[in-house]
T-cell receptor
């Protein structure tokens, strides 16, 4: 029973490049949340997706960031033209159903370093 | 708005107890507790729901005061493995239509020494 999987675990990008972060939810989970954690800080909500739909992207920066969760395949968080301030750990979490009643299981995270 | 956790840090010896608090300024639907060790993913501990239902870890207890919008996590007879940063995450009571978006506190660092 595999947990939430994320890859890559570590990603180094130069300023101006693109970063693609992937998240495969737990089996049977169709709800995915992305969170960002800056060094020595708490987790901040970015976006909530269901299969083929973005439900809430209120935590996403308006520019350069996008997310998708296609019918087939993992959810992807895409950061275009990365800047040093994008360096952080990006976690995705999945849950079986929507709503605050259900626990979210976190993946191991992708640690993005922008040089 | 971000919930506020207290204390910011706790140092214990094995076997001692600790209480971590989480306070919100807005009405809550549920409170979720997680523990994160350095460089690792947050691990789910417990959910507390409006109405008193709880789901989670057998060895950890917590409370949720709906009137005060406060939750407390009780760690008893601490073990070395309890060390880590504890986060509360809150789900707002948006007319009963919350979909699970978590707003996390700033974390409480717990260190347990032998």
């Amino acid at each position: 029973n595999a947990g939430v999987m994320q890859n890559p675990r570590h990603l180094v990008r130069r300023r101006g490049q693109e970063a693609r972060l992937r998240c495969s939810p737990m089996k049977g989970h169709s709800h995915v949340y992305w969170y960002r954690q800056l060094p020595e800080e708490g987790l901040k909500f970015m976006v909530y997706l269901q299969k083929e739909n973005i439900i809430d992207e209120s935590g996403m920066p308006k520019e350069r960031f996008s997310a998708e969760f296609p019918k087939e395949g993992p959810s992807i968080l895409r950061i275009q033209q990365v800047v040093r301030g994008d360096s952080a750990a990006y976690f995705c979490a999945s849950s079986p159903l929507a709503g605050g009643t259900y626990e979210q299981y976190f993946g191991p995270g992708t640690r993005l370093t922008v040089t | 708005q971000q919930p506020v956790q207290s204390p910011q840090a706790v140092i214990l010896r094995e076997g001692e107890d600790a209480v971590i608090n989480c306070s919100s300024s807005k009405a809550l639907y549920s409170v979720h507790w997680y523990r994160q060790k350095h460089g690792e993913a947050p691990v789910f501990l417990m959910i507390l729901l409006k109405g008193g239902e709880q789901k989670g870890h057998e060895k950890i207890s917590a409370s949720f005061n709906e009137k005060k919008q406060q939750s407390s996590l009780y760690l008893t007879a601490s073990q070395l493995s309890y060390s880590g940063t504890y986060f509360c995450g809150t789900v707002g009571n948006a007319g009963g239509t919350s979909y699970g978006k978590l707003t996390f506190g700033q974390g409480t660092i717990l260190t347990v020494h032998p």
